[in-house]
């Protein structure tokens, strides 16, 4: 049987919740931010669930999260 590896890529850029949902941070918070109001760069520092559609494959390339 093969190695089951984990995706280095994603394993940085998501966590599992206790419930066993993925976290992701929200993209857009890294440059040209002057043009963006004082709320949205707000909102952007928090964390967001990942959507179901692509919950599946990623648990398949995170397969020891």
Do not use: C, W
């Amino acid at each position: 049987m093969p190695n089951v590896k984990t995706s280095k890529a994603a394993a940085k850029r998501f966590t599992m919740t206790g419930t066993g949902k993925l976290k992701r941070m929200k993209a857009g918070k890294q440059h040209i931010l002057t043009k963006k109001s004082r709320k949205t760069k707000r909102d952007l520092r928090k964390a967001e669930m990942m959507d179901k559609t692509n919950e599946k494959n990623m648990k398949k390339i995170l397969p020891y999260l």
